[in-house]
């Protein structure tokens, strides 16, 4: 009778373990391989971080959801992505944007979908657009800009934004708004 048991248990797990392991149907080139990300040669990544750094130090540093580089074409392209852009004395400016792209060949950077930019000066940016020069470490856009701080409130058409001199300039219907008018009274003379 224990005989019997055990050849039954063993086979039940056997036929169990056949059931489990065997493969429904046949592997066939399109189930083996996922899907194709486009014509080339592709390579695609979740959670991507790229960082450049020159002469020892950090210049700036990109991260994304997801990435997928054409090489072929010698371009990144990214799903939410954010970089960080070290000044001098180590002043900070964030960018995130809902899509990007890395030019391998030139190290430059666009983002673009809703841009935003924090910097570390207190200054908020967002427009549709812009555009990272590696070599000239400028940020450029021909898309309508707002920017924010505490005190004021600038509108224009366009923007060239240094960060190795960390100025910026305001490209066409340049407009602006004072949020906090007292302190330009301040100091001598009256107010009007």
């Given at each position: ?50 960082q450049r750094t020159l002469n ?51 190290q430059d950077v666009d983002l ?16 549709d657009r812009l555009h990272y ?60």
């Amino acid at each position: 009778m224990k005989t019997i048991l055990t050849i039954s248990i063993i086979c039940v797990l056997g036929l169990g373990a056949a059931y489990f392991l065997w493969p429904d149907e046949p592997e066939t080139p399109e189930k083996a391989i996922s899907k194709p990300i486009a014509e080339g040669s592709y390579a695609q990544v979740e959670g991507f971080t790229y960082q450049r750094t020159l002469n020892g130090k950090t210049e700036w540093e990109l991260t994304a959801d997801s990435a997928v580089y054409s090489e072929d074409r010698q371009i990144a392209n990214f799903n939410n992505v954010e970089a960080t852009f070290l000044g001098k004395d180590d002043n900070v400016l964030k960018m995130k944007g809902k899509n990007g792209r890395f030019f391998v060949d030139s190290q430059d950077v666009d983002l673009d979908g809703g841009v935003v930019v924090n910097s570390s000066a207190g200054y908020d940016l967002t427009t549709d657009r812009l555009h990272y020069s590696s070599e000239t470490r400028i940020i450029s856009t021909q898309s309508p800009v707002t920017i924010r701080s505490n005190s004021v409130v600038l509108t224009c058409n366009g923007l060239l934004l240094n960060i190795a001199e960390e100025n910026f300039s305001l490209e066409g219907g340049v407009m602006g708004t004072v949020l906090n008018a007292d302190n330009l009274f301040q100091g001598k003379g009256k107010r009007p």
